[in-house]
């Protein structure tokens, strides 16, 4: 990290501090520093204008990746956020703040500006990942986007045709070994026969290009978005040709590019559903027992024999009626977790076993939520 020049000075005068050319006050690099890695991306934005210097420092690629693990590590879940799906009447999306829905009576959801918005296209949220979050328009056009500093990058457009039986399968994720962003498109197509072929392709923002890769490993892809933790993107997929009530975890290494099959947990008797998802940096299962109780399963560790933990179970409430739990948005160190039940936002107290319903403006219907960090990382392979 280069030394951080002392301009502008910080002066101290009637309780409120000044910017001032003179030598009074004048707070040593790494205090300015250490302020301003603990700022929101909103502030770091405004401040970026205040002199040459703080724009250099602000926008140095060590800043943005310091921030950003202080950001992503914070157990307040302060600088992150919920982003909803919404597609009834329009489609559309909204976010509002997890901190504000953990800690205020009330929270509003405020309308985001996304890229080609339009009420009558499609949008999908493939993924979020370092504070970038990529969706697909009408299911094909896809984009990297960082709603914290309003900057998007549209991918290039694939070249694989599309007929009748065809469905397209996405994951997003980081390549750390190289410092790249990934998407992966697993084209899918049923034959006359009732056999499923499938084509993968990869793009790396690095080259700004897609190319193809092995064909999918392990049965049929579920249309559901891959999930990223530690590396790998999993999707959820039904073992050989055709749908069943069995199904697998697939993995891709995005590093290595290879495909394996993670071993799942002994989830114990009775009957059950799952869902396939991320919690914090782990891939996760949720399990939603005829609508009695809910367990969460974490993957702590990868190895010969996979480490899985049971980390909290949820009880239903009294009526669930026909929705279920959503793998939890967040667990925070006080036992308490956030999630989703139907369309409407839960918050499950582990210790006392009690329930609680954050109320949020402007929401009254959500087909999926996400979590994201706020970041300052740039879409743009080259950061600008």
């Known amino acids: 990290m280069e030394e951080i020049p002392s301009d502008p000075p910080i002066q101290q005068h009637s ?6 050319s003179g030598p ?23 401040f970026r204008c205040v002199s040459k210097s703080w724009l250099s420092l602000i926008s140095s690629p060590q800043f943005i990746k310091t921030h950003l693990k202080n950001s992503t590590n914070d157990a307040n879940f302060t600088f992150h956020r919920i982003m909803f799906t919404i597609t009834y009447p329009r489609f559309n999306l909204k976010d509002c703040s997890i901190r504000s829905l953990l800690y205020e009576p009330l929270t509003e959801a405020v309308t985001i500006r996304y890229p080609r918005k339009h009420p009558r296209r499609s949008v999908w949220v493939v993924g979020s990942c370092n504070g970038l979050i990529c ?34 399968v996405h994951g997003f994720g980081f390549d750390e070994t190289t410092e790249d962003y990934k998407v992966v498109g ?15 392709k990869i793009y790396s923002l690095k080259t700004n290009s897609w190319r193809r890769i092995e064909d999918f490993k392990g049965g049929v892809p579920l249309d559901d978005s891959g999930m990223f933790a530690q590396g790998k993107l999993h ?34 008797e009775g009957n059950f559903t799952s869902v396939l998802g ?10 939603n027992y005829q609508k009695t109780r809910a367990d969460v399963w974490v993957l702590k560790e990868y190895g010969v024999k996979e480490s899985w933990t049971k980390v909290v179970s949820i009880p239903y409430i009294d009526d669930p009626g026909k929705y279920m ?7 925070l160190p006080n036992g308490e977790v956030l999630l989703a039940l139907g369309s409407s936002i839960v918050v ?34 080259d950061g600008e």
């Open 278 to 287: 991320v919690l914090g940096e782990c891939i996760s299962v949720l399990c």
């Open 24 to 46: 009074i006050a004048t707070l040593p690099p790494e205090i300015i520093l250490e302020i301003l890695l603990r700022l929101p991306i909103k502030s770091l934005l405004k």
């Open 325 to 331: 739990y959503s793998i939890p948005l967040c667990i």
């Open 235 to 268: 999707w959820s997929a039904s073992p050989g040709e055709g749908f069943s009530s069995a199904w697998d975890i697939v993995s891709l290494d995005l590093e290595r590019e290879i495909y394996g099959m993670v071993e799942q947990p002994n989830y114990g």
């Open 135 to 168: 969706i697909a328009i009408n299911e094909k056009n896809l984009f990297l986007w960082n709603p914290s500093v309003k900057k998007s990058k549209k991918l290039p457009d694939v070249d694989v045709p599309m007929g009748r039986g065809f469905y397209i």
């Open 15 to 20: 309780k409120k501090i000044r910017y001032s």
């Open 186 to 200: 697993i084209f899918c197509a049923f034959g006359k026969a009732g056999g499923c072929e499938t084509m993968v």
């Open 348 to 381: 499950y107290n582990l210790k006392d076993n009690s329930f609680r319903f954050p109320k949020i403006t402007n929401v009254n219907d959500f087909l999926g939520a996400i979590t994201y960090v706020e970041s300052l990382v740039s879409p743009d392979a």
